[in-house]
């Protein structure tokens, strides 16, 4: 079972629109991650999230990305203006550290018209 | 720069065993996790390794040589539910310092036959 919920599980969107993505962790941990994958392509490292703040972005996460942590237990990824080449499916991920794996939720499919 | 290499397909028979390579060149390097991702769902973890050799688990292993940036993952007693992607990921000590990233290649798409 996924270590944390995600939602909405497909997102449709017009470009240029804002979305923002969900992430429910179900037990604590240490880090968590935002990747995403293009249809046909390899998972890609956005952020990663530590002690409630950023702790690596990848190129990828511009301008155009923010993450948060309104309440202190979930995470959002927002995307402020979205382009066609960000549909995508997006993961949120935690993880306990060192030695320790990623999770990953269910994922967040967003298709940007 | 950040590499990771595996092969793009390989099909396997029912019962058989099937070996997935891997070779790496990364900055920095905590330890190689394999990952099975079936279509239209999310990555599940199988396997790590942080120091050479070989970890066993159930019907999968791994093994890692670091002085070769090499890992495999080695498959037994395939099933056709074992039809899936294979993701090979390092843990890299990121870009700033501050924590960690996973660098995932791009995934063995194998294909398990009767």
Same mark, same amino acid.
Request: proline share 4%.
């Given at each position: ?7 909405? *599980? ?9 979305? +923002?993505? #969900?992430?429910?962790?179900?037990s604590n941990h240490l880090y968590f991650y935002?990747? #995403? @994958? +293009? ?8 952020? *990663?999230?530590?002690?409630?703040? +950023?702790?690596?972005? *990848?190129? +990828?996460? /511009? /301008? @155009?990305? *923010?993450?948060?942590?309104? /309440? ?23 993880? /306990?550290?060192?030695n320790s794996p990623l999770h990953f939720g269910?994922?967040? #499919?967003?298709?940007?018209? | ?7 793009? &397909?390989?099909?396997?028979? &029912? ?77 890299? &000590? ?21």
């Amino acid at each position: 079972e996924p270590e944390v919920t995600q939602t909405p *599980s497909h997102q449709v969107t017009q470009m240029g629109q804002e979305v +923002i993505l #969900r992430c429910v962790p179900i037990s604590n941990h240490l880090y968590f991650y935002w990747y #995403r @994958q +293009i249809l046909g392509q390899k998972v890609e490292f956005l952020v *990663s999230f530590y002690n409630n703040e +950023i702790s690596e972005k *990848s190129e +990828i996460f /511009d /301008d @155009q990305f *923010s993450v948060e942590r309104p /309440d202190g237990s979930n995470f959002t990824l927002k995307i402020r203006s979205t382009k066609l080449e960000d549909s995508a499916m997006y993961f949120c991920a935690p993880s /306990d550290g060192f030695n320790s794996p990623l999770h990953f939720g269910n994922g967040t #499919r967003l298709t940007v018209t | 720069g950040q590499n990771i290499d595996q092969p793009t &397909e390989m099909t396997a028979t &029912e019962g058989a065993i099937v070996q997935i390579n891997c070779t790496y060149q990364t900055s920095g390097f905590n330890g190689l996790f394999w990952y099975q991702q079936h279509a239209g769902e999310a990555p599940t973890f199988l396997s790590y390794n942080v120091l050479d050799g070989l970890e066993e688990k159930g019907r999968f292993s791994s093994f890692l040589s670091r002085s070769k940036g090499y890992s495999y993952l080695l498959l037994k007693e395939l099933q056709m539910k074992d039809s899936a992607s294979y993701l090979c990921a390092v843990r890299d &000590e990121g870009q700033t310092g501050q924590g960690f990233s996973f660098i995932f290649g791009k995934g063995t798409r194998l294909l398990v036959k009767p």
